[in-house]
């Protein structure tokens, strides 16, 4: 007898369902996240199983790995793209199993990909990175807030950092502010020694990977990037063409139009928040050095609002890189940009 597992995933506690060839249901039963219980209510039907979904949520790891150590084969579904029949008066946790068990039977699940254990340490690695660069981005623009509204003086990034509490108690009235802008410019040096730290681990840890060293080729792109870059995107065989790579990296518009008008949006959020990061920081950079691809951005500039010029470079450059990651070839700035 053919078994299909479906797990609801939760905070503390997951569902789990067996469905047979008729979809009727041999085991159902709401378990704690602990993954020896859920192995060893599943052990009497490992034999009869052919494969276990579990819905894709940012806790799944530890029950995906460990489901994969114990030889299931694991299937991890898209919620996106998993719609149940809109039919349905009633839904629960115990019906929501049944469906992932359910869409696996007929071969119609659409499922997500698994990333690789081995790789997921330094991936989280440059996340984590990335968490801490925005971090200071923000402080930054907070000291700048305060200098600039107090003092009506601008202040480069540079020059913030080299500021201390002499000078500030001179460009400021307040006590008060000082103390602010001490508590940022402290925060910003933690974090930048933090940030120093995470990107020479990273280094150590770098893969050399055809891929890998194409894409320093490209403008705005350097080591750190490039190593993200290939991290986030994983093998480029999932993606079926170009269009569907930079979609997936969230450089392409979410429109609905009827009759040529526009009737709001879909899926805004849909896609890699870490690779459209990763692209906008590599466009910024592109702009400022590259002067080809500081053309292009002006002429985008002078139509569009400057989010929407700077996202057209990121999407050039994200169609640019794929096919640079696919054939393993340069950059070729003439060809993805068309200017001279």
């Not at 009737?263 to 592109?286: R, S, T």
């Amino acid at each position: 007898m053919s078994l299909y597992g479906g797990i609801d995933l939760h905070a503390n506690n997951s569902v789990v369902v067996l469905l047979n060839e008729q979809d009727q249901v041999m085991y159902q039963q709401r378990l704690s996240n602990h993954l020896p219980t859920i192995l060893e209510q599943l052990a009497p039907y490992q034999a009869e199983i052919k494969g276990v979904v579990v819905e894709s949520t940012y806790n799944g790891y530890w029950l995906v790995d460990g489901l994969m150590d114990a030889d299931y084969r694991v299937h991890l579904a898209n919620p996106v793209a998993m719609k149940q029949y809109s039919g349905l008066k009633y839904t629960n946790d115990h019906s929501d199993a049944r469906w992932l068990a359910h869409m696996l039977r007929l071969g119609v699940l659409p499922e997500g990909y698994i990333y690789p254990k081995a790789k997921r340490a330094v991936r989280d690695l440059l996340r984590k990175r990335s968490h801490l660069v925005n971090q200071q981005t923000s402080n930054v623009l907070s000291v700048q807030n305060i200098l600039v509204r107090n003092s009506g003086k601008r202040f480069t990034v540079k020059q913030i950092y080299n500021l201390n509490k002499k000078d500030l108690e001179g460009l400021l009235p307040d006590s008060h502010q000082v103390l602010a802008v001490m508590s940022s410019l402290k925060l910003l040096e933690c974090l930048r020694q933090q940030i120093n730290t995470l990107e020479e681990s990273v280094r150590k840890h770098l893969k050399h990977t055809p891929a890998y060293e194409q894409l320093l080729s490209v403008n705005g792109i350097g080591e750190i990037l490039a190593q993200t870059i290939v991290l986030e995107t994983g093998p480029l065989g999932r993606f079926p063409g170009v269009g569907n790579y930079a979609s997936y990296c969230r450089c392409v518009r979410s429109t609905k139009l009827s009759n040529g008008k526009r009737k709001g949006q879909g899926n805004v959020k849909n896609g890699h928040p870490y690779l459209e990061w990763a692209y906008m920081e590599a466009a910024q950079f592109a702009i400022r050095f590259s002067p080809k691809i500081e053309r292009f951005y002006q002429r985008k500039l002078s139509k569009n609002h400057v989010m929407v010029a700077r996202k057209s470079v990121a999407h050039t450059l994200a169609r640019a890189c794929f096919y640079i990651m696919r054939d393993l070839v340069p950059f070729d700035v003439e060809r993805a940009f068309g200017c001279g």
